[in-house]
């Protein structure tokens, strides 16, 4: 697979930029800033898109500054895949964003999901183009590279994306959560609440003083009243006695006689009076009389309602007749219909009110009995009659003793209710630390899995690439380096080790030279893996200043991985001249 031309409508700072590539070794050569980069950032925006709304924030970036201020945003690229050729248009605006694929040989349009042709014209991921496929010149940095941005690499597959630094991130955030202090807390807690085990009782056992207090003083209350009455009704009678017996010697016999019927009267009626002398300035004050006439339901009749009256009854159901009829004869029926609706409408009326009449008891004997709500009221009054003539006023003195004791037991009763608002205090904060628990508990283990996760997707991730390395880096930086360094490794601990005449050097001893060497077989290794489908290497200024040994190296080197293009951007004109001199076949572009 390789690039047949690109057509750069609208990107950075290309308008209407045609380049012509073919299959092999293509040098596109231009000055510092003659837009080399913006060429490498067009190959793969046509190849995989290139979106305003990525998560990667160089993406985001980069969309910012290959965005033209003053025009569209697109472009277009002739694709050869084996005998298929494929012109692809693409619209990278917000707005406008859009991808069409076209086979020009079959004249069919591929349809692309998200823009990205990876699963239609090839099979490799972007991360993957990017990382193994593009080369940089890093801006000069090779030791940065060398020793932290291909760690990034092999363990997440993204240059910004340091894995050791998550996880780090993650363990200070799992050390923020103390489960212990939290387990201390509610252990504390509990130690206080067992304080309180008891109060429900207490506070039941208390109110039931406060109750049996209340009761005695009203038993004694009530004990004394009754005998206060029992001394007024003695009392009463004597007088009476008295009365009579002066009446007999005064009034003579039918006097006397008279008296007597009239006590028999006043026992008939059910009427009973209870008499009183004049209160002395130390004695009690007491009741006058009890009156309760048994006769008073007897003669009680209670005003009916409206509703209760007969008038009214057949009135309404002879209303409801009227409407009805009226009603039917308005709507389009026939006579007939009419007719039998009627009647059985009057019927259904009459058995209604004749059903009312029988519940509101007209066709009853003449009772008048009170309705519940009457009776209850008559009882009521009467209550209230009787209890203003029962009324005896007694000493108090002696319930002196009862409410202070009540007292105690109130006081009792606040300070218990005190503490079992404490105890509703203490289940609530334990509540709030077990929350807490189980909330830090679950972090803890998202945190734990995210960690576990990381390492397992790193591992795997620097098996693959520390793998690919390991077989291809160490006959590739012979080559560049003209056999000084013989092997380049990668041991378990990521650390990557070059191995020269005297056995393995530390990196802290090379110069940025050598790093520039390693950075390059590193680089070439990962290409040499991660091409598939024979897609194009894109070099951009990583050659520039070479010497023939390591352009010589070089060469062989990306002869040997599987790739139909290779495009080599520079802006050093040595190396057309060294590409001349060793008789190598390549294609030509100026900027």
């Not at 890093?138 to 932290?148: A, D």
């Not at 008279?258 to 009626?269: I, L």
């Not at 990381?454 to 793998?467: E, V």
């Not at 951009?540 to 060469?555: H, K, M, R, V």
Request: glycine share 6%.
């Amino acid at each position: 697979m390789y690039l047949n031309k690109l057509l750069i409508k609208d990107f950075g700072k290309f308008n209407n930029k045609e380049i012509s590539l073919k299959p092999g070794i293509n040098v596109i050569q231009g000055a510092k800033s003659s837009g080399k980069t913006t060429i490498k950032e067009f190959i793969t925006a046509m190849l995989y898109g290139f979106s305003s709304c990525s998560f990667n924030e160089k993406d985001n970036e980069k969309y910012e500054i290959y965005r033209p201020s003053d025009r569209g945003y697109s472009g277009k690229a002739y694709i050869k895949n084996g005998d298929n050729t494929y012109f692809v248009e693409r619209s990278f605006t917000k707005k406008n964003s859009r991808t069409s694929v076209l086979d020009i040989g079959s004249g069919r349009e591929i349809k692309v999901n998200n823009g990205s042709l990876n699963g239609k014209l090839f099979d490799l991921s972007r991360d993957d183009f990017v990382n193994g496929l593009c080369i940089d010149d890093n801006n000069g940095n090779y030791t940065e590279y060398v020793k932290k941005d291909f760690k990034n690499i092999i363990s997440s597959g993204a240059v910004s994306i340091d894995m050791e630094k998550s996880i780090g991130i993650l363990k200070e955030k799992r050390d923020s959560f103390d489960i212990s202090k939290i387990d201390k807390n509610i252990e504390v807690i509990e130690k206080e609440l067992k304080d309180f085990d008891e109060v429900d009782i207490e506070l039941k056992e208390i109110r039931k003083r406060i109750k049996e207090t209340e009761e005695e003083l009203a038993i004694e209350t009530a004990r004394r009243k009754r005998a206060a009455r029992r001394l007024i009704q003695t009392k009463t009678s004597d007088e009476d006695e008295d009365s009579e017996e002066e009446s007999a010697v005064s009034g003579g016999e039918d006097k006397k006689s008279g008296s007597n019927e009239e006590k028999n009267d006043k026992k008939d009626t059910g009427a009973l009076e209870v008499s009183q002398d004049k209160k002395t300035d130390d004695e009690s004050t007491v009741g006058k009389s009890i009156f309760l006439d048994a006769d008073l339901l007897k003669d009680y009749k209670p005003k009916k309602k409206l509703t209760d009256q007969v008038w009214f009854i057949i009135l309404t159901g002879l209303f409801v007749i009227g409407v009805i009829t009226a009603f039917v004869y308005i709507l389009p029926f026939e006579n007939a219909v009419r007719q039998i609706f009627v009647i059985c409408t009057i019927l259904f009326v009459i058995v209604t009110i004749v059903e009312g009449l029988f519940a509101k008891g007209i066709f009853d004997e003449d009772i008048n009995t009170p309705s519940d709500e009457d009776f209850k009221r008559i009882i009521y009054e009467l209550e209230r009659k009787t209890e203003s003539y029962e009324e005896v006023e007694i000493d108090m003195s002696f319930a002196q003793e009862y409410i202070k004791r009540r007292e105690k037991y109130s006081d009792e009763e606040r300070k218990i209710l005190k503490r079992m608002a404490r105890r509703d205090e203490l289940r609530e904060e334990r509540q709030a630390q077990l929350d807490k628990k189980k909330k830090s508990e679950r972090e803890l283990h998202a945190i734990n899995l995210a960690i576990n996760t990381i390492n397992d997707l790193s591992k795997d991730m620097f098996k693959s690439y520390g793998d690919m390395i390991n077989e291809n880096a160490s006959d590739i930086i012979a080559k560049l380096s003209d056999n000084k360094y013989k092997d380049l490794y990668i041991n378990d601990k990521r650390q990557i080790m070059v191995k020269d005449s005297s056995g393995y050097i530390n990196l802290d001893k090379l110069d940025n030279e050598a790093f520039r060497i390693i950075y390059i077989s590193i680089r070439l290794a990962m290409t040499r893996s991660l091409c598939k489908d024979k897609m194009p290497v894109v070099i951009d200024d990583i050659l520039d200043g070479a010497d023939s040994n390591l352009l010589a190296g070089f060469i062989e080197a990306v002869g040997r991985i599987k790739t139909d293009q290779l495009l080599i951007l520079s802006s050093d004109k040595a190396l057309v001249n060294m590409l001349d001199e060793g008789a190598y076949e390549y294609n030509l572009v100026k900027l």
